[in-house]
């Protein structure tokens, strides 16, 4: 499977952004998805995960509130519509397919090694 994730660019403060996450097989629709961030010089950290139903979604403590994650199936799309943006969220966003589908509310999902398939990020850039 093969992901592409798109929709980045460049916000105020307080703005907001949808970014995309499309794959390109129907059987997409069945792995758990997640959303991932890099900022330069740090790690990698866990964003948002959703279920393949979408019907259970989890969010770092940092984004609840402000990041809302969901997904059409029938598009072969997931989404992460973010809102009240802070120049702390600028950062490479990469989304992620899991084909096991842990269950999104547990450490494992959270954990890159958990992943198997990753598109190549999008740029997010939050100015003060």
């Known amino acids: 499977v093969q992901l592409q994730a798109f929709g980045g660019g460049l916000v105020q403060a307080g703005g907001s952004l949808r970014l995309s996450c499309a794959a390109s097989?129907?059987?997409?629709?069945?792995?758990?998805v997640g959303w991932f961030r890099q900022a330069p010089g740090k790690e990698r950290e866990f964003v948002a995960a959703?279920?393949?139903?979408?019907?259970?979604?989890n969010y770092a403590d940092s984004v609840k509130g402000r990041f809302s994650i969901s997904r059409d199936n029938g598009k072969n799309t997931v989404y992460l519509q973010m809102n009240s943006l802070k120049p702390e969220d600028t950062a490479i966003y990469y989304c992620?397919?899991?084909?096991?589908?842990?269950?999104?509310?547990?450490?494992?999902?959270?954990?890159?090694?958990?992943?198997?398939?990753w598109g190549q990020g999008t740029l997010v850039t939050v100015s003060s």
């Open positions: 992620a397919a899991d084909r096991d589908g842990v269950p999104v509310r547990t450490v494992a999902a959270q954990t890159m090694a958990q992943y198997d398939y």
């Open positions: 097989r129907r059987t997409f629709s069945n792995y758990a």
């Open positions: 959703i279920t393949w139903s979408g019907r259970s979604t």
